[in-house]
C-alpha cells in the first residue's frame, strides 16, 4: 500500500493581491489529509472519501485505463452532487495523466482512500491537499496540476509540500517559496476562530478578478506588511500591521473588515485570512478571547499552537 500526505494550509497576508505578485506569509497546519492506494485485480478504480471523524462522505468508480466514470454516491446535505464531484475528481485524475501519460495506465485496479484529519467545512484545503497528494501519486508538479484543472495562487500547494511557515510570490506566474522562521513569543495570544461557514476560493477568485484598477502600489504595501507581520515583536504591534492589511484589502475588495461587520466590540483585532466571508479568522486577545467568541455562538476557537506545524 503506497500512502501520501498534504499539510492543511491558512494565508496569513496578502489574500487576494497574492495573484497580482504581492509577497504573502503562509503557514501549514497541524491537519492536513491523506491518500493510500491499494492494488486490486479488477480493472477500475474504487475511490473513497472519508471526513475526520471517519464517515465515507464521498465514493466513485472509474472503468480503467479509460477512466470513464461508472457510478458516483455523494453523502451530504450541504454543498454540490455526487456527479459533479466525481466529474470534478475525474478532471484531475485526467490532467495528470496529461502530464504524466503513464498515469493509471494499468491493467490492474486500485482502490483509493482519501482521509481528512479537519472538518470538511473548515477551509484548511481538502482540494489542495488532494491535488498534492494525487500529484505525488502520479509523479507530477502539483502547482501545473492545481492550474489546468482550477485556479488559484499555489500557496496551499507551497503549504502542503512544506512544514515550516513561507513566503509565497507569483513572479511571471512562476511560484517562488521561502521558508521562514516564525515563532513569536506572543503567540499564546493568537487564536484562529472559525466563522461557522465555509467560503468558496474560486467564488472569491472570480469576483476579485473582475476588479479592473491599478493596485501596483498596493501590491508593494501588502508585501512590506508580510514581512514586518513575520517580524513585529508585541501583539501592539502586530495588531497595527493587521489594521493597516485589512483596510488595504477593503478598499480594494470593496467589503468591510470582517471586525467592523461581525465583532465591532472585540477588545483585540481581526483578520480575515484567504477570501473574505468564511472559514477562519485570526484573531488576537487573552484568556478572555475563546469565551467572547463562544458567546456570539462561535464555538470552534483555536489557540496558535493547537492550529500551526
Not at 23 to 36: E, H, M, N, R, W
Not at 111 to 135: C, E, M, Q, Y
Not at 205 to 218: F, R, V
Not at 253 to 266: A, T
Request: with cysteine; proline share 4%.
Amino acid at each position: 500500500m503506497n500512502r501520501y500526505y498534504s499539510n492543511g494550509k491558512l494565508l496569513l497576508t496578502g489574500e487576494y493581491v497574492v495573484l497580482d505578485g504581492a509577497t504573502s506569509f503562509a503557514v501549514p497546519t497541524k491537519f492536513g489529509q491523506d491518500l493510500t492506494i491499494e492494488p486490486i485485480q479488477e480493472s477500475q478504480l474504487i475511490w473513497g472519501s472519508f471526513t475526520h471523524d471517519g464517515e465515507c462522505w464521498f465514493e466513485a468508480s472509474f472503468d480503467l485505463p479509460k477512466l470513464r466514470l461508472k457510478n458516483a454516491t455523494f453523502n451530504s446535505e450541504i454543498e454540490g452532487n455526487a456527479e459533479f464531484i466525481a466529474e470534478t475528481l475525474q478532471t484531475i485524475l485526467s490532467e495528470a495523466r496529461k502530464l504524466n501519460p503513464d498515469f493509471l495506465q494499468i491493467k490492474n485496479g486500485c482502490i483509493v482512500k482519501t482521509n481528512l484529519s479537519f472538518p470538511r467545512n473548515w477551509g484548511l484545503g481538502s482540494s489542495s491537499t488532494l491535488l498534492n497528494n494525487i500529484a505525488n501519486w502520479a509523479d507530477v508538479d502539483a502547482y501545473q496540476l492545481l492550474w489546468n484543472s482550477f485556479s488559484g495562487s499555489g500557496y496551499d500547494i507551497a503549504c502542503a509540500q512544506n512544514d515550516s511557515p513561507i513566503f509565497y510570490q507569483l513572479e511571471k506566474k512562476k511560484p517562488i517559496v521561502k521558508t521562514v522562521e516564525f515563532n513569536p513569543g506572543y503567540k499564546e495570544e493568537l487564536f484562529f476562530v472559525h466563522l461557522n461557514k465555509k467560503q468558496n476560493s474560486r467564488e472569491g477568485i472570480a469576483q476579485y478578478k473582475k476588479n479592473n484598477q491599478n493596485i501596483q502600489q498596493e501590491v508593494k504595501d501588502i508585501s512590506s506588511l508580510s514581512d514586518e507581520f513575520v517580524n513585529t515583536v508585541s501583539t501592539i504591534d502586530l495588531d497595527k500591521i493587521i489594521e493597516e492589511h485589512e483596510n488595504i484589502i477593503s478598499s480594494i475588495i470593496k467589503l468591510n473588515p470582517v471586525k467592523k461587520e461581525l465583532f465591532p466590540d472585540y477588545f483585540g483585532t481581526v483578520k480575515s485570512l484567504g477570501a473574505w466571508g468564511g472559514d477562519f479568522v485570526l484573531v488576537t486577545g487573552n484568556e478572555d478571547t475563546p469565551n467572547y467568541f463562544k458567546q456570539k455562538g462561535f464555538e470552534t476557537v483555536l489557540p496558535y499552537s493547537k492550529m500551526i506545524l
